[in-house]
């Protein structure tokens, strides 16, 4: 049980976020709501940069499309399921663009919620800061499930812009076709980074040994020319001890093809041989018996 539980925590995690972040939507336009019916719908809080009133919006966030409950209703709750569906389908994307889209389903469904149960969405944060410092006229009035919306998406751009890179959405990215960046010699040693044009280069050199093995004369030239292209590698070109441990082991396991080769080559020549033998021991017996 404990397996399955630490296999599985990462999404565990992920649907404790999720919820604490809804709990906090729901939680707080109720309290609001709450708190402004005693106060006759509004209440400064900081004169000219923060206020609350009391808001039924009928359209999306900061009071767009207005009048368009049902439209927003299905298109929110078909945008939720397809990035719900992306996040499984995709389960080891990265922990930025997860939990950006996890934010914005948060208060997407937030809002869902209130459209659902009372025709509006409850909008009580007023930020007058905008029209004080900027000119800002009508902007809108919010609530939290704006900002998680707002956040996530933030989030998501700084993923594009900054994080994104090649591979990140594999389904097994180990299964990608890069080259690791770094290679651990021995437990407990510091991993250092390793020069990926040269290990492309080895290890295309390795493959085009193996799979050229049919033919005994192409192998055998590749293989000593590749030898001795490692041996100047190894031994000229300075490299630190984590690229000469790379290049040994390259270099071992083309050893080992050539050692391979050489010896389907004497089985070849010791069945010619008695093959040879045998035909002529064959003919003599065939002559003996003519006679």
């Known amino acids: 049980m404990s397996e399955k539980i630490k296999k599985y925590r990462i999404y565990i995690f992920e649907v404790l976020f999720f919820a604490a972040l809804l709990a906090v939507d729901l939680i707080s336009k109720a309290a609001a709501f709450a708190f402004l019916e005693k106060k006759g719908g509004s209440y400064v809080v900081f004169e000219g940069i923060y206020e609350l009133i009391e808001v039924h919006n009928d359209g999306a966030s900061f009071g767009i499309f207005g009048g368009q409950t049902t439209m927003l209703s299905i298109f929110t709750a078909i945008a939720m399921v397809a990035l719900v569906g992306m996040l499984i389908w995709r389960p080891k994307s990265p922990k930025l663009f997860r939990y950006g889209v996890i934010a914005v389903v948060a208060g997407g469904v937030g809002n869902l919620i209130d459209r659902l149960a009372y025709g509006y969405v409850r ?10 410092f900027f000119g800002i006229q009508n902007f809108g009035v919010g609530n939290i499930a704006d900002i998680f919306v707002l956040v996530g998406l933030l989030c998501l751009m700084v993923y594009v812009f900054f994080g994104y890179k090649e591979g990140d959405f594999d389904k097994n990215p180990s299964l990608s076709g890069k080259i690791p960046e770094t290679v651990v010699v021995n437990e407990g040693e510091e991993q250092k980074p390793v020069k990926q044009e ?16 049919g033919s005994d004369d192409f192998a055998r030239e590749d293989s000593e020319k590749t030898i001795s292209e490692e041996d100047n590698i190894t031994g000229e070109t300075g490299l630190s001890n984590t690229e000469n441990y790379v290049a040994e082991k390259v270099v071992c396991v083309r050893r080992k093809i050539n050692s391979e080769i050489e010896t389907d080559e004497k089985s070849c020549v010791e069945l010619k041989k008695s093959a040879t033998k045998n035909n002529a021991r064959g003919d003599a017996v065939k002559g003996g018996a003519d006679r």
């Open 123 to 132: 909008d009580f944060i007023d930020y007058t800061f905008l029209k004080t």
């Open 198 to 213: 040269e290990e492309k280069g080895l290890t295309q050199s390795s493959d085009a040994i193996s799979e050229n093995r």
